[in-house]
DNA sequence: CCTTATTATGCTCATGTGGAGTATAATAAG
DNA sequence: CTTATTATACTCCACATGAGCATAATAAGG
């Protein structure tokens, strides 16, 4: 049969003449202090990685290995991203073909151990422009949206400029279109696109132009990119959030994280008439008058939820 | 710096003592006679793939060289779906890692070739239960319920007992659950877990209790599973039907469509009102009077709206 | 020609959800 | 005792969604 023959086929030649290899590459995201946080390895800002060997038994399994050794973390909840596989995107030539299999981590920051390499820098670090908490950042007002307005002026004929201007309009919610936040990976791909970072200017002469946020290594800001849109995306339909928060903690904090998530501020009150009306949490009985003000009811996440219903989730 | 000589050990090693191969599979859909259908390869139904080498410039450009050349079939929408690198689920013991980069693809099926080994089969003949347009197939009821419930009584105790009679009643809809027709690879992977499904039992002496469907080839089953709940999730937020549409068709012709991959039956004056006002479609001003009473407006999908709305969908 | 079956299409109505505002309660700090 | 801050309850409205009834236009059969 053709397709038998086609796979054993593919199996005598399998470790002979493809020299692939598979990278583990994972974006591992906390909250703390109201601000989204992801572990990055060394100061070329590299994310935890590894290539995948035998001896894993698994791909996640393979990853929590490599991330447990440069970070000393060990990983809870875990979800793969995307595979990549761009040659032109990792920044050298080699003739070597690398696939990257990235995944999302969720943890909290204080089961963290210390070590030398590794920081927990704020996500917005790399992405200004993904911050509207306090409104619209004046970076994109006063440098993003000029430049990305000159870049689609700049195409070869007026179909493509007002092609170029609709995507940036759509992505980045400039004239009437709405901010999305979950288009984060998109908003990059355009910067990418218009040689407004870094990483697209590998091997080319810099034109100076580069918008604000620092460059990753290969391209691993893509990949956190990718883990963001993922991630803020999904905690509008599964109870993602409460991997990220202590066991005991008020809806306002909860608020917070989703807002610090999200890089929107939400309706106070509508934000906790969702949560209690899906039953996401219940009260320990405790307050917290950390704040100053009226104390607030401490809750916990209602774990039974998990069985109850796959879906649900915050805003 | 740690994470350099990390990656640099990795490039050291590459192509020398991981063995690893790559192969990309494709599920291939599109929509006949109000079936959904899917390209399969040989009688042993395989989904069309091959191994990722060199030679391709992409993961998707090596896709679409091999369903090509299995099929004749040149590929249009394409999106990934998962990668999967589980030893224990393709159903040969070798010592080398097979990693499986899956992808969806849409099609029309009057572009089709000829070509003897390749056949169109309705994902229904694979996932039986799937299909409820008429109603709850007799096979769930009669069948699939018995048991599944059954293999939850057979657990150790009581607790487990109880966690698997609710994991069933979500995935399936039992009690007073709702039917979720997005859930369809959970179905399936409970019915693998349940031992169920043929692919469960390689290796193993057959229990004969299987649950009527056929195999597929390796792991290939539960990659379609993953490919129909995508694209039952994603019909609803972005206009992707419109792939598996002629040029010109009614709104009847489009809601059996949409039913025929959702596998449930949908209120027509709803959908009419939900695809008119999105603006999805434009008149084309003529009739159709194929079916026999009143003749219907032809329409056709407004291309315009993947510029204007990334999101937008049907129901 | 008239009835019946079938499909297309327009309109209504109840319900629920989500965005946004107002009002009140309970605390800390000056 | 005032002010600032936070928590919490309640209301209102626009809009989407599920479900039904009514009417229009055709083919097929008597």
């Given at each position: 049969m053709q397709d038998n023959a086609t796979r054993t086929g593919k199996r005598e030649r399998a470790g002979k003449d493809h020299d692939v290899s598979v990278d583990l590459i994972a974006v591992v995201v906390a909250v703390a202090d109201q601000e989204p946080r992801v572990l990055t390895i060394g100061e070329a800002n590299g994310l935890p990685s590894g290539p995948f060997e035998?001896?894993?038994?698994?791909l996640q399994f393979g990853l929590r290995t490599w991330v447990e050794q440069q970070t000393g973390h060990r990983l809870g909840y875990i979800e793969q991203l995307y595979t990549f596989a761009d040659?032109?995107?990792?920044?050298d030539e080699r003739q070597e073909r690398v696939i990257s299999i990235s995944y999302l981590a969720l943890a909290r920051m204080d089961q963290v151990a210390g070590s030398p390499k590794r920081a927990w820098r704020s996500w917005y670090d790399f992405f200004p422009w993904e911050d509207r908490r306090a409104g619209i950042p004046l970076l994109v007002t006063e440098i993003l949206q000029p430049r990305l307005l000159a870049w689609a002026s700049g195409a070869v004929d007026a179909t493509f400029c007002g092609e170029r201007r609709r995507r940036a309009a759509i992505a980045f919610g400039f004239d009437d279109h709405d901010w999305n936040e979950e288009f984060c990976l998109q908003r990059y791909e355009l910067l990418y696109e218009a040689g407004?970072?870094?990483?697209?200017?590998r091997g080319r002469e810099a034109n100076g132009a580069l918008i604000p946020g620092p460059a990753m290594i290969a391209d691993h800001r893509r990949i956190l990119a990718t883990g963001i849109a993922r991630l803020r995306s999904k905690i509008k339909y599964r109870p993602v959030v409460f991997e990220l928060m202590p066991p005991v903690f008020t809806l306002l904090q909860l608020q917070r994280t989703v807002e610090a998530l999200a890089g929107v501020t939400v309706h106070k009150q509508n934000f906790r008439r969702l949560i209690e009306q899906q039953d996401l949490v219940e009260e320990t009985g405790q307050m917290s008058s950390?704040?100053?003000?009226r104390p607030a009811k401490l809750f916990r996440f209602r774990h039974a939820v998990l069985d109850e219903r796959p879906s649900a989730g915050t805003k």
């Open positions: 035998l001896g894993h038994r698994s040659r032109d995107r990792i920044g407004l970072v870094e990483e697209a200017m950390d704040t100053g003000g």
